[in-house]
């Protein structure tokens, strides 16, 4: 039996370590992430774990208040310039 960890899509996690890495960078709590994109910092960190899957509105609202595009947080590779550059 597989687990919802083998079976996510490897985007999710990729996404997740992206919004993680960028949130610390910029020094943004889990909390005051999840007040601005509106919704709970408990959500915010299931993201980050990669347990939740996350829909395009919610990406969007994240990628929003982290300053970045959307597309910075779905790439394989982050690029410093996205950590230094804000939207």
Same mark, same amino acid.
């Given at each position: 039996m597989d687990t919802? /960890?083998?079976?996510a899509h490897r985007l999710r996690f *990729?996404? &997740?370590?992206?919004?993680?890495?960028i949130r610390r960078?910029? @020094? *943004?709590?889990?909390? &005051?992430l999840a007040l601005n994109a509106n919704v709970s910092r408990t959500? *915010? #960190?299931e993201i980050e774990r990669g347990e939740r899957s996350v829909s395009i509105d919610i990406m #969007? /609202? *994240? &990628? @929003?208040?982290l300053?970045?595009? !959307?597309? &910075?947080l779905v790439k394989?590779?982050?690029?410093? @310039?996205? !950590? !230094?550059?804000?939207?």
């Open positions: 919802e /960890k083998n079976t *990729i996404f &997740a370590n992206n919004m993680r890495r960078w910029k @020094d *943004i709590s889990q909390e &005051a959500y *915010i #960190g #969007g /609202k *994240i &990628a @929003d208040t300053e970045v595009e !959307l597309s &910075a394989e590779e982050i690029s410093t @310039d996205v !950590l !230094l550059k804000t939207k």
